[in-house]
């Protein structure tokens, strides 16, 4: 019997993202390139072939992934459902270089690198297996009430200027 576990073991954080990847394996050469992810642990899947269970760190965050098992209808990836239905979030020194590294190693750019209203110099891309990522340099502290004034004015002016 092993030694009483921590109930959340060392290098996690309470929430831990878990992507369901087609060519796990090459996703996670991938991610190594786009975000300086480092791998720590791979397990094959019963075949050999696939990877059933893999964690990269990203930053001080863990992200654990592995092959999509459309036979089980719930293990399915954004290509088997023609889009995702979330976004890792990534907080960086420097969202331009970071936005541009990501773009180098196959990433699509989703919208561009921008000051948002909210104090964030942020952009979104999307890799090569439909995942999205938003990224990230917190440059103000902000109020709710100045967030809001700056949501009201960013939204206002959303399509002006548009040819029709």
Same mark, same amino acid.
């Given at each position: 019997?092993? !030694?009483?576990? =921590? ?30 992810? $480092? ?7 019963? #075949?050999?072939?696939?990877? /059933?269970? %893999? *964690?990269?760190?990203?930053? #001080?965050?863990?992200? /654990?992934?592995? $092959? *999509?098992?459309?036979? /089980? ?19 960086? !020194? @420097?969202? @331009? ?6 773009? @180098?190693?196959? %990433? +699509?750019?989703?919208?561009?690198? /921008? ?11 999307? #890799? ?10 917190? =440059? &103000? @502290?902000? +109020?709710? #009430? ?5 949501? &009201? ?6 399509? !002006?200027?548009?040819?029709?």
């Amino acid at each position: 019997m092993g !030694k009483p576990a =921590k109930p959340i073991p060392d290098g996690y954080h309470g929430v831990t993202p878990h992507l369901v990847i087609r060519e796990a394996a090459k996703a996670i050469e991938f991610y190594k390139k786009a975000f300086g992810a $480092e791998e720590r642990a791979r397990m094959p899947g019963p #075949d050999g072939k696939c990877i /059933m269970h %893999a *964690e990269i760190k990203i930053g #001080d965050s863990i992200v /654990m992934l592995g $092959e *999509e098992f459309p036979q /089980m209808q719930r293990w399915v990836s954004p290509q088997q459902l023609k889009g995702t239905t979330i976004a890792l979030h990534l907080y960086v !020194k @420097d969202v @331009d270089a970071a936005f541009e590294r990501a773009v @180098d190693a196959g %990433a +699509t750019a989703s919208m561009p690198v /921008m000051d948002t209203f909210w104090g964030d110099r942020y952009g979104r891309v999307t #890799d090569p297996w439909g995942h999205e990522w938003s990224l990230a340099t917190h =440059k &103000q @502290d902000l +109020t709710m #009430d100045e967030i809001s004034q700056g949501a &009201q004015a960013f939204f206002a002016n959303i399509g !002006k200027g548009q040819k029709k």
